[in-house]
């Protein structure tokens, strides 16, 4: 871990947000390197400071498309930009921002919005079933039997054989038959419970706890949500299944596909609701960053005539001064240098007609205090200059594995990220350039070592840049 210097900044307390930022209780410690973003973010900018709108291609000399082809010193890796140049219209400030604990208040709040205000808890036992939810299931296994080989054995690849996951089919049925038809149901408790975490000496707490709802719906599934309140390991989050039997399960895994709209719902229509359900919340600061129409499968395993769960998936991320945070698939930004991996905060929901049918928040924050304003950018021939270098050198294994590689880029984005604070307490949401395609096929590396593609929605940043000081921001997984 890098040497924390004593530097302490003292920080504004005024707001370039959508509500007010208070004044934090104490000082916040920051390391030498970010110390320096700081101040050279404040640097007396050579491009004219306007109030309203701010043409950010005007100010950084950027064209309306960039275009650019390279090729690795080895060879096997070569870039293929043809990308239109997208800027927000306002100013780009720091801000810190410190993980977020949820009250019992806000526990009770999230399980009302997302489970109704009179909730039929069920205890949560795998054998604690109707009738009617067997029959689903084995509605669903006997399309996996009679598709083993193109589908089930790789959807239920904990069955060795056909002939095991048959036998396992024929023990759902006997179950069925004597299943009751309704379940007992009991009203929600408000409790959370430590989480225990594996370690060399045994399960340990470290003060992370959370509390878990499973309800019987009117039409017979079951729901599930669980809250998650972070206070050491984990971070707070919230994760709701509306059917917790479902195909849905975790959106940031769904396979790219240019799937069309094909419910009775447009995306705006998707985004209301899905506004609706966050406002009622108090998620209100979290804004719509990345939308698609989607169809999810069970354990991603497409087939043409298989089962699927479709609607809008939408990507909700805090907002500074009218810019949402950049959404990306690797929403993890890897920080060696301080032995911890910070992610940014999100909210995924899967929208349908029934309204929504999924949502997870990952590691709510609270924006704390502005830093900067209005940050002083580099130019964007820095930023292009940064980017034909390190691009053929960051992540490269084409020519480590001595494979043919070719990145293309679609879209080259200012916005904003999230980075963590050296001094491992809170992060910062900084300016960086995104420069973004659909993530690579990768069926050439050896047997033991294969990837392929995921997205096909130019959500796949290869290379993210530090507006400021052009710093490589290294994303994780």
């Not at 009250?103 to 109707?130: H, I, Q, W, Y």
């Not at 809250?227 to 707070?236: F, H, K, M």
């Not at 959500?459 to 921001?473: E, K, M, P, Q, R």
């Amino acid at each position: 871990m890098k040497k924390q210097t004593g530097l302490i900044l003292l920080l504004a307390a005024f707001l370039l947000l959508c509500a007010c930022v208070p004044t934090p209780k104490e000082p916040v410690v920051i390391g030498k390197d970010q110390s320096a973003m700081v101040e050279k973010a404040q640097e007396k900018p050579a491009y004219a400071q306007t109030e309203g709108t701010v043409d950010w291609l005007e100010r950084l000399g950027a064209p309306a498309r960039y275009t650019a082809t390279l090729t690795s010193n080895g060879g096997r890796l070569k870039v293929e930009a043809d990308a239109k140049v997208i800027v927000p219209g306002g100013e780009l400030p720091i801000v810190f921002v410190t993980p977020r604990s949820f009250s019992d208040e806000d526990a009770e709040r999230f399980m009302k919005v997302l489970l109704g205000d009179d909730p039929k808890c069920l205890r949560p036992e795998d054998e604690n079933r109707t009738k009617a939810m067997y029959e689903r299931q084995i509605l669903e296994w006997s399309y996996a039997l009679d598709h083993w080989e193109e589908y089930g054995a790789s959807v239920w690849d904990m069955y060795d054989t056909k002939e095991e996951f048959r036998e396992a089919l024929q023990g759902l049925m006997e179950k069925a038959a004597d299943a009751p038809e309704t379940l007992e149901t009991f009203a929600p408790v408000l409790a959370w419970e430590p989480i225990l975490w594996q370690t060399e000496a045994g399960q340990r707490a470290y003060g992370d706890e959370s509390m878990h709802f499973l309800t019987l719906n009117a039409d017979g599934t079951k729901s599930s949500l669980s809250i998650t309140n972070g206070a050491d390991v984990a971070r707070s989050g919230v994760h709701y299944w509306r059917d917790s039997e479902g195909l849905a399960d975790q959106l940031e895994d769904v396979d790219g596909g240019q799937w069309q709209n094909e419910l009775q719902i447009s995306e705006e229509e998707a985004r209301a609701a899905a506004e609706a359900t966050l406002s009622q919340m108090g998620l209100g600061h979290l804004v719509c960053a990345f939308g698609k129409f989607i169809r999810c499968y069970r354990m991603n395993t497409v087939r043409e005539d298989a089962p699927y769960q479709s609607g809008w998936m939408l990507v909700y991320t805090p907002a500074v001064n009218g810019t949402a945070l950049t959404y990306t698939l690797r929403t993890g930004v890897d920080n060696n240098d301080y032995n911890r991996r910070w992610q940014y905060e999100r909210c995924y929901l899967l929208v349908d007609e029934k309204g929504v049918a999924l949502l997870h928040y990952y590691d709510a924050c609270t924006l704390d205090s502005v830093m900067v304003e209005a940050c002083t950018l580099l130019p964007f021939e820095k930023i292009v200059e940064i980017f034909e270098k390190m691009v053929l050198i960051v992540d490269n294994d084409a020519d480590l594995y001595d494979v043919d590689r070719t990145y293309r880029i679609t879209s080259v984005r200012l916005g904003m990220t999230s980075i963590p604070a050296e001094n491992g307490n809170g992060g910062f949401l900084v300016p960086c350039w995104d420069f973004m395609g659909d993530e690579y096929a990768a069926e050439e590396f050896p047997e033991t070592w294969k990837r392929t593609g995921m997205t096909q929605d130019g959500s796949f940043s290869y290379l993210t840049i530090n507006a400021i000081d052009g710093s490589i921001i290294q994303r994780g997984h």
